[in-house]
């Protein structure tokens, strides 16, 4: 299901792009903002296939016609899609586009070019695509995403119509992830809030080691206190060597003391159900401002490293503080 009414948990986005189906007042371009996996990308292709439809259902894609089925397979030739190679999207793939544009589209009404992770651009792609959309060719809509808009030069921001996407709610994330991989109830609503509401990055969690993965950190968390400074300094190592996973990791930290604060003011919200028992013996003596000084540790550690500091230092300095 590729139509923009299947798209779940972005009602708002959703709305303001119908409405420019039914006005007939597209505009030349577009930016999505918002986290990494809840559905700009899928948007995109979307509204490409709604605008190109030969048998549209009012606004929504029918899904059957020649053109859509050529979406759902990739080929529509009036469907272009750029992502980054390597780091970066780099001036020839822009030029490549720009070379596209001088013609009319190929066989669609519209043609429809889609910029995934627009600010992966360097400076050179972004002023040579500054240049197109100061020129918009006639019958295109290109479509920009990125997690912010900051990342943009504000130049090419200017020149969108901008439209923001929500982290999905997590009852969403969660029923998603039960009807389409089997987990369990309390699995999929852990893994659900702990991805922040990215259905995409959800699901592209193998449940059944990531549970066995989670239960394990946090019972080397719940065990700081009773150990000496030389293996709790092995394990921030362990934790900084694993960089794919290290900020899931001190996210999975932070709920950790989290939970520890809500089993003392509100037991019935704590986020790792399963470890209910544990969270409840990590209570005992500790006040609410120790709590928070601990989550307060996590997050300064996932700051410093998300700008760049040496992570094992930055976790040896939240280990010490956890530790107090």
Known sequence: MMRLQSIIGQERPIRFLTQMLQKKSVPHALLFTGIDGIGKQTTAVAFGMALNCL??????????????????????????????????????????????????PLEGRWRVVIINDAHAMNLEASNAILKILEEPPKSTVIILTASQKTDLLPTIVSRCRQIAFGPIPYEK??????????????????????????????????GEKWTIWRKRLLEQVASLSTRSVQPVFAFAD????????????LDIIMTWFRDILMCKVSPERIINKDCAAEIRNALQGRSINELLEKMEAVQATQTAISRNSNPRLALEVMMMRLLK
Request: net charge positive; aromatic share 4%.
């Open 238 to 249: 362990t934790l900084s060597r694993d960089k794919d996973k290290l900020f899931d990791a």
């Open 55 to 104: 048998s549209p259902v009012g606004e929504s894609a029918c899904e059957q016609c020649p053109s859509c089925q050529k979406v759902v397979s990739g080929t529509h030739p009036d469907i272009i899609i750029v992502k980054p190679e390597g780091a970066f999207i780099k001036i020839d793939q822009i030029r490549t586009i720009s070379r596209q544009l001088r013609f009319a």
């Open 173 to 206: 994330v969660s029923e998603t992830l039960v009807e389409l991989r089997g987990l369990d109830r309390q699995t999929a609503t852990t893994l659900a809030v702990l991805t922040k509401g990215s259905l995409g990055k959800a699901l592209s969690v193998d």
